[in-house]
């Protein structure tokens, strides 16, 4: 099956920073996610971004799908943006395929 | 518009019990899929239904199993339950079914434990 690989695992920053996270997917997909998890658990969609670029406040996405990559821009950091981030794809099996995640930890 | 709904939010078991989540979607989507997620194998598929049906099924035992009801609300069941079952549950519902969903929306999830 697809394989989604993120990186990188874990990000420690200063409140004010920039950070670049990144996922690679083995296959070509239909459906592309970030998510936010928050401390109690819950996925927070940031964007569905299959192709193309897309920017939501501070946050930016951008899926090259032919590279099979995808670049979640996080600018100007703040202590609330701590937690995992997650990249998720949809391929050919239908399935939503999770990547590990990277923890990001934004010290204040 | 009100999101995705789980119940129960925790829940403690014991081995060889069974358990029901329950999950709501948000009103008007279709599909419902569930996740487990524990912290040596991450997130996982564990099958989604789509108006009754299951349509897509993970890697799972035949102890897992699930349903979907006519509202569209899902349940999961997880029978002979074992230690390795602590996870936490999520749930996703989308407009549509399978790879072209669009967007899906996640529950808070069930935080299960097994003792």
């Known amino acids: 099956g697809i394989q989604v690989e993120q990186s990188p695992p874990d990000l420690i920053l200063q409140e004010g920073a920039n950070s670049t996270l990144r996922c690679n997917f083995s296959?070509?997909?239909?459906?592309l996610q970030w998510f936010h998890q928050n401390p109690w658990g819950q996925l927070i969609n940031l964007f569905y971004?299959?192709?193309g670029t897309k920017q939501n406040g501070r946050l930016s996405a951008t899926t090259v799908a032919t590279e099979r990559y995808s670049l979640l821009y996080i600018s100007s950091s703040q202590t609330t943006d701590s937690g995992v981030y997650f990249c998720?794809?949809?391929?050919?099996?239908?399935?939503?395929?999770f990547g590990k995640g990277t923890k990001l930890t934004v010290n204040p | 518009k009100a999101g995705v709904t789980q119940t129960p939010r925790y829940l403690i078991k014991t081995r060889g019990q069974q358990v029901t989540l329950s999950c709501s979607p948000i009103?008007?989507?279709?599909?419902v899929s569930w996740y487990q997620q524990t912290p040596g194998q991450g997130l996982q598929f564990l099958f989604e239904?789509?108006?009754?049906?299951?349509?897509n099924k993970g890697n799972f035992p035949g102890r897992f199993s699930g349903r979907q009801f006519s509202n569209s609300r899902s349940e999961m069941n997880v029978s002979t339950l074992e230690l390795g079952d602590s996870a936490l549950y999520l749930c996703?519902?989308?407009?549509?079914?399978?790879?072209?969903?669009?967007?899906?929306?996640f529950g808070e999830g069930s935080r299960l434990t097994v003792l």
């Open positions: 998720a794809v949809t391929g050919g099996s239908e399935k939503l395929v």
């Open positions: 996703a519902s989308s407009r549509l079914a399978g790879g072209k969903t669009g967007e899906l929306f």
């Open positions: 009103s008007g989507h279709r599909s």
């Open positions: 971004i299959p192709s």
């Open positions: 296959d070509s997909v239909n459906n």
């Open positions: 239904y789509f108006s009754e049906t299951q349509r």
